[in-house]
């Protein structure tokens, strides 16, 4: 998953053999508007809800990573020297990876959350110190349920992350709502060293096998202090794991990018990304989110082919994609503005248009499609 390449062109199957996407508007408000005519080919879904497509999946989405979090076994509590823990709320589900005696799924007690430095549990902890990389994760379980775009073959997870009813407990709000990408929230696993080999694969860390509980499949990570640009690059989704006699071999997947090898060499880190959209993009891939490892961020043009510009507000069809009016009304794309790269497009599903708003200061919900 690669952050700096987010414009995609026209789905390249044909929508309905080549004809216009139908913009639902067939009702003429004045004379010569066209809009009876331009109608394009009819919208068409298949709403998947058994099988693989039933039940629910736990998706992990990383949320904050430190090597200054304790644990003790006296009150069930997990403290930050650094003061990083604000944003576990009341009754979060939280998946901690990367603690030697901790690791596991918990909930965070209610009247406990939202405090900067330490927050309790309702599942017993073991004593355990600071100096781990530890990451800690929100755990969101959303229906399996799909829908399939018949004109365009596209897979699309039936529910956006936010809604009135039911939404999903990831995001500094735990409702659904994430930032595109913030340098802000991507947190040090392994500080700058001279330890880091790029491979074409992904990274080698000369040495450290000891750091295996820090990384897991589907956590995306930016590396940085390569001499090759595009060994710099934020956004690469980790797909395994593995130690390699005294080291690490940490496996990536790329993309259309093409990594290029270089020896250990400088002063080389690993981020983790935290909160944002790809993050959760990746962590569905890695839970096989309704059977399928392949998900991804739709782009604009994505978006707005299944609004339906008839209704009153520009949702998609209430029958395929209930409740997504209530989605905060704006949905992320993956595309960003070209005169303004620090600026993402948005699905706008109040009115069915698109406009655009700074990737790390607003939060907005997250869909993903496949195909």
Not at 171 to 191: F, I, R
Not at 231 to 239: A, K, Q
Not at 255 to 262: C, H, P
Not at 299 to 308: A, G, P, T, Y
């Amino acid at each position: 998953m690669k952050l700096t390449s987010r414009k995609y062109g026209l789905t390249s199957q044909p929508l309905g053999g080549g004809g216009l996407p139908k913009t639902m508007q067939t009702t003429s408000y004045h004379v010569g508007d066209n809009g009876d005519l331009e109608t394009g080919v009819n919208q068409s879904f298949t709403v998947l809800t058994t099988g693989q497509f039933s039940g629910t999946t736990a998706i992990d989405h990383p949320h904050y990573a430190a090597a200054t979090l304790t644990f003790a076994a006296a009150d069930d509590s997990i403290t930050d020297a650094a003061a990083g823990l604000v944003t576990f709320l009341d009754a979060d589900t939280i998946r901690v990876r990367g603690s030697a005696l901790n690791d596991g799924v918990y909930t965070v007690s209610v009247g406990t959350g939202a405090t900067a430095g330490h927050f309790h549990v309702d599942q017993p902890l073991a004593d355990e110190a600071a100096g781990a990389y530890v990451t800690i994760c929100k755990r969101a379980s959303p229906s399996n349920n799909a829908v399939i775009d018949n004109n365009t073959g596209i897979m699309w997870k039936r529910y956006p992350t936010a809604l009135t009813a039911g939404s999903e407990k990831v995001g500094v709000a735990s409702n659904g709502l994430m930032n595109w990408y913030d340098t802000g929230t991507c947190y040090t696993l392994h500080p700058a060293a001279a330890d880091l080999q790029m491979m074409t694969t992904g990274i080698k860390i000369v040495g450290g096998a000891a750091e295996l509980p820090r990384y897991f499949a589907g956590m995306v990570i930016d590396p940085s202090g390569f001499a090759n640009a595009v060994n710099n690059f934020p956004g690469y989704r980790v797909t395994s794991v593995a130690v390699n006699g005294a080291d690490l071999d940490i496996l990536l997947w790329c993309g259309n990018n093409i990594l290029i090898a270089e020896a250990a060499a400088g002063a080389r880190d690993i981020r983790v990304e935290c909160r944002s959209i790809f993050a959760y993009c990746g962590a569905a891939n890695a839970a096989s989110f309704g059977g399928y490892t392949n998900w991804r961020i739709p782009n604009d043009i994505e978006l707005v082919s299944i609004r339906d510009m008839e209704a009153p507000t520009g949702v998609p069809n209430a029958v395929a994609f209930p409740n997504w009016s209530a989605a905060g009304s704006y949905i992320w794309s993956s595309t960003y503005r070209v005169d303004a790269t620090h600026f993402a497009n948005l699905y706008f599903m109040d009115v069915g248009w698109i406009t655009a708003n700074d990737k790390t200061l607003n939060v907005f919900a997250c869909e993903i499609i496949r195909g």
